[in-house]
């Protein structure tokens, strides 16, 4: 078990459970007051899980969370704060409306729940309902809704009670592009506002970069990365951080400036580093011809176009072996070499545009 | 304020208070006779109102025996009579009130051509009885075993409405019943008397109870029930005085 | 609603549960026209003036309504504790729930007798103490009713708990709402089909209970005597008269199931 | 399960709750403990091995597995009729099919009789051309505890299914699933503990209905004397025995119950 | 109503459906055989509803479908074809799971009611479950899987039954990036072998751009444009749809040159146009300086800096009045003018850089 630094403001959790036998989730996260952090990981790898911890949907098999100095979930004493004392607001990944409550009611809930009066409840809920763009169907049943209006209610229904934590479990996946970048902003300046931890689960690395402090890149049930959105971004330490970012990451071990990949050796512009080093490429920094190249670029080697992608305004394209990589190119250029699946090019790639840091895939 | 709805045991007492109240327990067969001599007996006794509690002979023992606060029993039967008294929830001594004969019904127009006793032998019909625990059936079989007639029973009923209920709809072809019952059933039912040397009497016992409430309005009742003008409202309605 | 659909899935029903379903209402038809065929029609406004009916049907309308009310105060806890709640003995408390369903009434009426009696097991010290008797009392038959009917409602509510998923209820407590606040705020509404159906069952099982009422609280018009006494009774003296109290009670029922189901659903 | 989670919505039940429940508990319990207190143990055996009570527990085991039976097949599909489908007049159909519920027993048993009986509405030229007579034989029990019992299930089974949300439905046949399909592999499971529930009660109401079976099918023993039968009987001549056969019920419809309930449920 | 082309192979759909007084639906598409059509609209737009059309699920108001000659509903003759007899493989938005059905079964729920044998029905769905990647959860219920694994499963479940018509919506907004990557490739091949027609609805342009043949953009119940992923993104017609390609869409009037968009005149470089256009420009096409710049850039006015923003490796900022425009720039640039929300700027932009199109917002 990690230890964990207990700081008396904000959210500390070292969270252990057992969801089956080939999944256990095991996580340390330590949120101070004011900051948000940011869960990034695959399907599966245990994000809603941490999350319901925290909201103490689900209970401990070990480890501990506080949260500003009380303990809300403790199996080794028994301590379990219910979560409805937890003041968290979260919005789950399934939204979970209530079916038989309209709207209003669903966004009033909470503030209902926390004793406060109805008219001013229903006041401040329609504050929210306005917020999120949602005027004049507060008398709709959400089966009346269509997905992004249910997650904008889900959105509104946990912001609406002012909680102490802020728990969001996907929030903007269903939301179209121009709702999403409103509502990030939203969202963004309402956590300025906001003194209390949050934490924030997505798969979209533009909103986890957008938002969060810190980022926590979990997988299979553990963290295996941990930074700010600069350090995931040009310095990922696996497959999954490199796929978020965009990068190539490849593994190999460096000795007098050529890193040993198995299949292909790169050459690198640091000869001092040896042993287990990931090295990092951009797919702009890459080259392609459909000659062997002559010129400055040190790495070369011919291979076939696996795969061609348009994203947004740029073509990507996947190379095949002996070192799949993926490469950017321009419109006019993927023209002009008439790239297609299965065309056979060279590609190259300068010592120095490949980032070196210690490490192995964890 | 609410003790004035309630009297002293609790239980809801309706009736303006003042008046006495007297609970009689009567058998089911004497349900629509003791209709009749209650609102008799009322409007000669205007200060006391008679409440009556119908159900089987048993079942009204049963109540007793378990501390209902009841003032008279009237009983179906001497047996049920005899337990109130040997657990001692009888006041003086049960008197007889009331006779009852044996009839045969049988369904409107007699379609089986039912004569007598001996019919209930034959197997071709339908034939019902009272189960023997209850006094239709032990008498029945009683009448039946004098004649040497062994029945031929299709069904066993446990009570005389069932029984009834039968053959009025056909379902059975002949019963053996009270004349008491077949008198007051409705024109479905057609009854078939027993010689008298056929026949067995039921006796109808009556009694004030130890728990009674209003005991002297209780006996006033229980006089009148025995009362010569009781018992021609009781021939009325088809008894025998004992 | 101007808006609503035509119901897809309901759209076409398929044929062998048509022909099952009219088999299943043949059942309760035919035997109803059967009654339908012999009721007195001409004399049953009379019957219905008559003061033993009227008292019959207070006291009916009362005491099924009581103990419709008093099953769903306490009954409706008891089946949220059998569905959610963790103890010990839980299987024995549940089929102690569902005995009064199997016990003959008379017997269930007798069981009464033996507890709450004056003489009983807790109604003797309790008469000697406050002098309280329950039989033969309004009391009485509201107790009857509600013992007989109560594991209705009981069992009803608790399938229904098992079918709702519980993470409505876990999204309700995260935005802090009480255990108390859920239950009435989420879990009742979301299961009020089938409470309503329940309370239906109860109602009508309390509304014509029988033989616990006469073997426990008597059969003293006015007082403790309800229409279903009072069919018997009538029974006994005046064959039409019971077939026109029965009329009554089905109209009355008519008139409360209806009330009670097809204002609430949908 | 080695990782089910301590659920947390049941972590603590609302004291309220649980007074209430328990106060439920207690009317159960309570004459439940009068019974026991007079149940002659030492004469049980015996009577347990009569052959009066032997013949009417196959009776009442056959005839209330046989009325449960039919129920489902008649009356779950009823019940999703008046849940799914349009027709005119369902709310009649509704009110009808709780009539025996309220109907007194003694009734309803006569309506059956006017209806099913030899001179019956559909039971005369029934039995003319048939020769087959419903009262006084085993069908004709059957089909009394059919008749009071079957209203149970189908309103569970109706307010569960007004509960489901029909969208899951919809799937299915967007899957390809035929209607029966759907209802037989989406819906019938969804509301499994609903169903189950209904079941329960619709057994325990035929295992211990009485009057309707007296007056219908009479009361022979060893063809149409069930149990309750047998304590009513047992009731005028024998109150000891009595008790001992309705605790020979209870008994058996713990065995059933729970084996009807703690199975399939969860 | 519009008229429909009636082609006797593929779906041919003119859906007229009232959902609410406020929202009615109003939609023309056709889709010819082994060709995919992507809906992309806001939420709220009318996308679900017009997919539970087509699937049978909820019957239309007025218009037709007609499927391969085949009427599959008609209001106007009363014509409606079951969903069962569809044969529609749909990917629903909340993925309605069957929750007392193992993943397997879920799976294999559509072989099975095709009366497939249950070996045969499973061996196929095992197959399936492989190819998303949940090997060994065969026997767990949907509430035991993660967000991501459930929306695997309803795709398995839609795709298993080789269906003659395609229906998805949003079948990839839970997945990660890497999955949705692979799924997406999975998708794009099984679509090239499927020759039914195929509906993906979506609000990732990516998505859309990648596996659609045609787009339809459709906001407030009404196609607002069709296209080609090059014709939405180069074109855009509606501020929507400029959101999705990351355009700046301006309405004005053109005369002699110059745009008149009320507020600040934009210099073109078409002298002919003349009434309504919509003008388009590119974020990176925009410069900004500190001073007002002198030089080749007609266009220039002075504005604050209202919003900044990192996309993935690239700087967004927004500004503020008089007219409002995207701008992306370099990290850079960034950091040399010290660009945060306030920074007075001066906006610069060549003529040549705007699009102009005859027309107005629709
Ligand atoms: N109730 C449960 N029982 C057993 N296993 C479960 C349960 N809920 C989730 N799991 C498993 O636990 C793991 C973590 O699930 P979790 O929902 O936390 O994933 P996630 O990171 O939120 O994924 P996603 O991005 O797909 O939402 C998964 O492998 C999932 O299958
Ligand atoms: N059952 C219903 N009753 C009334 N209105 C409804 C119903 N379902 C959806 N609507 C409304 O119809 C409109 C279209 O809904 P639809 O679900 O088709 O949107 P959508 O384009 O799929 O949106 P999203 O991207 O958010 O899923 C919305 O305004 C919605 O509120
Ligand atoms: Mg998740
Ligand atoms: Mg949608």
């Known amino acids: 078990m990690v230890a964990v630094v207990l700081t008396s403001q904000g959210l500390t959790a070292d969270v252990v459970v057992h969801r089956s036998e080939n999944f256990r989730l095991e996580l340390c996260l330590s949120i101070p007051s004011g900051k948000t952090v940011a869960l990034l990981g695959p399907n599966g790898s245990g994000k809603s899980t941490a999350l319901a911890a925290i909201a103490g949907l689900i209970s401990l098999d070990s480890g501990r969370i506080l949260f500003n100095g009380v303990t809300l979930d403790d199996p080794a004493t028994g301590a379990f704060v219910p979560p409805e004392r937890r003041k968290a607001g979260v919005v789950f990944q399934n939204y979970l409306l209530f079916p038989h409550l309209s709207v209003l009611d669903n966004v009033a809930f909470g503030l209902r729940s926390r004793r406060i009066a109805r008219g001013e409840a229903n006041t401040r809920a329609r504050e929210w309902i306005e917020r999120i763009g949602l005027t004049g169907m507060e008398n709709r049943k959400p089966a009346d809704l269509s997905g992004g209006q249910s997650q904008r209610v889900a959105i509104a229904r946990a912001l609406a009670i002012t909680p102490d934590l802020l728990l969001l479990d996907e929030p903007l996946s269903a939301l179209d592009i121009s709702t999403r970048s409103e509502l990030r902003h939203m969202l963004k300046e309402h956590l300025t506002n906001f003194d209390g931890p949050r934490l924030l689960i997505t798969h979209d690395p533009t909103e986890a970069f957008l938002l969060a402090d810190e980022i926590h890149v979990i997988e299979d049930g553990t963290v295996t990365q941990v930074g700010n959105a600069d350090e995931i971004r040009l310095r990922p330490r696996t497959q999954y951080a490199a796929d978020l970012a965009g990068f190539n990451l490849i593994m190999g071990t460096a000795r007098s400036g050529i890193v040993d990949t198995g299949v292909q050796p790169l050459y690198i512009a640091n000869n001092e580093i040896a042993g287990p080093v990931l090295a990092t490429i951009h797919p702009t920094a890459i080259s392609l011809y459909l000659e062997p190249p002559k010129g400055s670029p040190r790495n070369s080697w011919s291979t076939t176009v696996y795969r061609v992608e348009r994203f947004e305004n740029r073509i990507r394209l996947s190379t095949g072996p002996p070192l799949p990589v993926t490469v950017e190119v321009t419109e006019q250029a993927k023209t002009e070499l008439g790239l297609k699946p299965g065309t056979q090019i060279w590609v190259a790639l300068k010592a120095t545009e490949i980032g070196i840091q210690p490490g192995r895939f964890s | ?242 | 609603m101007p808006f609503q659909q035509r119901s897809i899935t309901t759209g076409r029903s398929p044929i062998l549960l048509v022909v099952l379903g009219l088999t299943g209402l043949t059942f309760f038809v035919v035997p109803l026209l059967g009654l339908l065929w012999r009721v007195p029609w001409k004399r049953t406004p009379d019957l219905l003036t008559s003061q033993m009916v009227l008292d019959a049907l207070r006291l009916s309308v009362i005491a099924s309504l009581a103990a419709t009310a008093i099953s769903c105060v306490i009954g409706v806890p008891l089946a949220w504790l059998l569905a959610r709640a963790e103890f010990p003995g839980k299987a024995i408390v549940r089929s102690i729930v569902t005995l009064p369903l199997v016990l003959p009434p008379v017997v269930g009426g007798t069981a009464l007798l033996f507890a709450l009696g004056r003489r009983g097991l807790v109604g003797g010290p309790l008469n000697q103490v406050t002098g309280l008797l329950m039989p033969f009392s309004l009391w009485g038959v509201i107790l009857a009713a509600t013992f007989v009917a109560m594991p209705f409602l009981v069992i009803t509510v608790e399938g229904a708990l098992h079918n709702l998923d519980e993470k409505h209820e876990r999204a309700a407590a995260s935005l802090g709402a009480s255990r108390w606040m859920v239950i009435r705020r989420i879990t009742v509404p979301m299961i009020a089909p089938s409470l309503i159906a329940g309370l239906a069952l109860t109602w009508a099982r309390a509304f014509g209970e029988f033989g616990a009422t006469v073997t426990f609280a008597g059969n003293l018009q006015g007082r403790t005597q309800t229409l279903p006494l009072a069919v018997f009774v009538a029974l006994e003296s005046d064959r039409d008269a019971a077939v026109a109290i029965s009329m009554i009670m089905v109209f009355v029922s008519l008139i409360v199931l209806i009330a009670l189901r097809d204002r609430w659903w949908r």
Chains 1, 5 share one sequence.
């Open chain 2, 1 to 242: 304020e609410s003790s004035s709805e309630y009297d002293s045991t609790g239980s809801f007492a309706p009736t303006p208070s003042g008046e006495d109240q007297v609970l009689v327990s009567a058998a089911t067969s004497l349900t629509a006779v003791f209709a009749e001599l209650s609102s008799e007996f009322e409007s000669a006794n205007p200060g006391i109102d008679v409440v009556l509690n119908f159900a089987g002979s048993t079942a009204l023992r049963e109540q007793i025996l378990e501390g209902a606060p009841i003032d008279v029993f009237a009983s179906a039967d001497r047996s049920n009579m005899q337990r109130a008294v040997e657990s001692g929830e009888v006041e003086g001594r049960p008197e007889i009130f009331a006779r009852n004969v044996l009839q045969i019904a049988v369904s409107a127009g007699n379609p089986a051509d039912v004569t007598g006793l001996d019919d209930f032998a034959r197997s071709e019909l339908l034939i019902g009885l009272c189960i023997s625990t209850v006094p239709c059936g032990e008498l029945a079989r009683e009448a039946l075993a004098k004649e040497g007639v062994t029945p031929s029973i299709d069904s066993v009923e446990p009570n005389v409405r069932a029984l009834l209920t039968k053959v009025e709809a056909g379902e059975l072809d002949a019963g053996i019943t009270y004349l008491t019952d077949v008198l007051f059933a409705s024109d479905a039912i057609e009854g078939i008397d027993l010689p008298s040397g056929q026949n067995v009497i039921a006796e109808y016992p009556i009694a004030v109870l130890t728990n009674a409430r209003s005991p002297a309005a209780a006996a006033m009742f229980m006089k009148f029930v025995l009362s010569g003008e009781a018992q021609s409202i009781l021939h009325e309605y088809g008894f025998i005085s004992p």
